[in-house]
């Protein structure tokens, strides 16, 4: 069969194409169901964008490489769309937005606009092989066991990365770029939670206070939760993707708590109550507990000097950890690298040595923070190639 377009992958990116590209469109997935990531992300009610995006909200090989497609098609404009289908919305934290209802909202939209725009999806549908001549592109699929050959003018990779991958995440995107000269970057796990050796969090398990969690590149302020396997939380997920492996991080689990100036202040007034009574103001008991096994916590508050104090609070305000790793792929909710930009237009995103080959979304090197910023990439790059189709 032939088609204008062949879109890989019915995520975010590959459906929101999709329904942008005209009605000579195909997209298909291995899949049984578009939008998995869509459905099971921010605890099915989708995080699908936020009110604060940022050029420095992403990271990547060429810092400016998103700018465009950001700029073209932002997080007003899908708002927009999401408002104008009735699904109802809120803002939580740090401008994350999310449906009042589920996540299989935002995947219903995106069909609805498939539908209405006369294009096709095929699911349960494996890719073969995939070759390019005089014709165009020359897919070969399998489908309901039978080899189909499908030859199209165009073809978008929006397959993803290799995060999530009982979801269905193969990287095989990076194997098609490849195919066609393209160059790679490394790629990691990213917005991943810590793992430490022997169990070193397991006793404190389920404990989650705000903090602050930095390196040399980046900080967070955000919550911070304690597993069986390490640390988690949003603070944890938003330095990852600026961690490697080997390197420490320092938690700082008094960023908004100024107790130094507290425990002089109340050395008078309040001399006679425990160090551990007041820390209990500001910590989790559970966290006190096992923060005394590193810290010297006995005494009263009268019977602490200046010096005691100060140290007491540069060691929680500076709590050095070091990782021995990450879950990995496993539970990464995005896959940092990816597909080298710089061999693409950033307006459109089309290839610049093979026309009518574009990449969008994750696949591509270009990774946002936690909160909604990597659907909105998926949103603005599925944008930039649909309207550079039907330019």
Not at 55 to 69: E, I, V
Not at 76 to 83: K, L
Not at 131 to 147: A, I, M, Q
């Amino acid at each position: 069969m032939q088609t204008r377009t062949l879109i890989l992958g019915a995520g975010a990116a590959g459906l929101m194409a999709a329904g942008h590209c005209g009605p000579d469109t195909l997209v298909i997935d291995h899949a049984k169901a578009p939008g998995e990531k869509i459905r099971i992300s921010g605890g099915g009610r989708c995080n699908f964008t936020n009110m604060d995006v940022e050029f420095k909200n992403f990271l990547g090989g060429n810092p400016h490489f998103h700018k465009s497609a950001l700029s073209t098609y932002t997080q007003w404009d899908f708002i927009e769309m999401v408002s104008s289908h009735g699904i109802a919305w809120h803002e939580k934290t740090l401008g994350q937005l999310f449906c009042d209802d589920k996540a299989t909202q935002i995947v219903a939209m995106l069909l609805n606009k498939i539908e209405k725009a006369g294009a096709e999806l095929w699911l349960q549908t494996s890719i073969k092989e995939i070759s390019h001549g005089p014709e165009g592109f020359r897919t070969r699929v399998e489908k309901e066991g039978k080899t189909l050959e499908i030859i199209s003018e165009n073809l978008i990779v929006a397959t993803g990365g290799k995060s999530i991958p009982k979801m269905g995440a193969t990287g095989i995107a990076y194997d098609i770029a490849a195919q066609f000269g393209h160059a790679l970057t490394e790629t990691r796990p990213g917005l991943v939670p810590f793992t430490f050796d022997k169990g070193r969090f397991a006793d404190i398990s389920g404990v989650a206070t705000n903090s602050r969690i930095s390196n040399d590149k980046a900080g967070f302020e955000e919550a911070l939760l304690f597993t069986h396997r390490g640390l988690s939380g949003p603070a944890v997920l938003q330095i990852s993707s600026y961690w490697r492996e080997g390197e420490e991080v320092i938690v700082n689990l008094l960023p908004d708590t100024d107790l130094a100036s507290i425990l002089k202040s109340k050395r008078t007034s309040e001399g006679r109550k425990s160090l551990t009574t007041e820390l209990g103001y500001h910590l989790p008991a559970r966290l006190i507990a096992f923060l005394a096994q590193e810290f010297d916590f006995k005494g009263n508050i009268a019977d602490l000097s200046d010096r005691r104090i100060d140290e007491l609070q540069a060691g929680l305000r500076s709590w050095p950890l070091k990782p021995t790793g990450s879950e990995g792929y496993r539970t990464a909710e995005v896959t940092l690298g990816g597909i080298d930009t710089d061999g693409f237009s950033s307006k459109t995103m089309m290839s610049k040595s093979l026309p009518g080959f574009y990449v969008i979304g994750e696949a591509l090197d270009v990774t946002g923070w936690l909160g909604g910023y990597n659907f909105q990439w998926a949103w603005s790059s599925a944008m930039a190639a649909a309207r550079a189709i039907t330019a």
